[in-house]
């Protein structure tokens, strides 16, 4: 149980498309997503909790109008690299928190490698 | 702001070693999860504890919570390539609405 689809899993794009993630929780509905980027060789870095039907929370330093983030309904969140450079080029990781009380914990999608050309 | 030390985060051993990954913070954490993670995949989790002192164990992987839920461990025994990859420790904490804080996470390579 508990399986998160992240979609594609791997894009190339010239630079200033603008290109979309999907976040899919499968068996279960997660009111919460969260949006991580990792670089090569280090641990995950937080960018944004996603909520459904209210808007995202980023954290520090990550521009909101660069990352557009939607969570439509309970089983769907994307990600939008608007106008992506290669600085932005990454490996984009998406997670889902099953339901209940408590120290539920987060379940992650396999990732999206992004390189901008 | 809440820091989770990982360390080491390298460690290049032989088949059959011993080694033990730590995680350490001055703030509680409500739980504490370990995740392994392979190159162009997502993490996986492995396990959560959650109470003070705990300890579990998954084959030949024990996990260990502090008594005070500041600090834990992951013990491999007879290590195997297999166990080959990135292992992250991530903490809840107590009054974050579900985020993690991740450590920095310990590239593990075991050489057959």
């Known amino acids: 149980g508990a399986v998160v689809s992240q979609h594609p899993s791997w894009v190339i794009c010239k630079s200033g498309t603008s290109v979309k993630i999907e976040c899919r929780s499968l068996?279960?509905?997660?009111?919460?997503m969260f949006w991580y980027r990792q670089f090569p060789k280090q641990s995950l870095m937080l960018m944004a909790t996603s909520n459904e039907g209210s808007k995202a929370t980023y954290e520090q330093g990550v521009e909101k109008d660069k990352f557009l983030i939607n969570h439509a309904s309970l089983t769907l969140s994307t990600l939008t690299v608007t106008s992506a450079h290669p600085e932005d080029s990454s490996f984009y990781i998406c997670s889902a928190r099953t339901p209940g009380l408590g120290n539920q914990p987060q379940h992650f999608g396999d990732g999206t490698r992004l390189s901008i050309l | 702001t809440q820091l989770l030390e990982q360390s080491p985060q390298f460690l290049s051993i032989q088949e059959g070693e011993n080694l033990t990954v730590y995680c350490n913070s001055s703030s509680v954490f409500s739980s504490l999860q370990w995740y392994r993670q392979e190159p162009g995949e997502g993490p996986v989790l492995l396990v959560t504890?959650?109470?003070?002192?705990e300890v579990k164990k998954l084959k030949r992987l024990t996990f260990q919570f502090g008594d005070a839920r500041k600090d834990s461990s992951l013990h491999i025994t007879a290590a195997q390539p297999g166990d080959t990859g990135l292992y992250l420790c991530?903490?809840?904490?107590?009054?974050?609405?579900?985020?993690?804080?991740f450590g920095q996470g310990t590239e593990l390579s075991v050489k057959p």
């Open positions: 991530a903490g809840a904490g107590v009054y974050q609405g579900g985020k993690l804080i």
């Open positions: 504890v959650v109470t003070g002192g």
């Open positions: 068996d279960f509905q997660a009111t919460t």
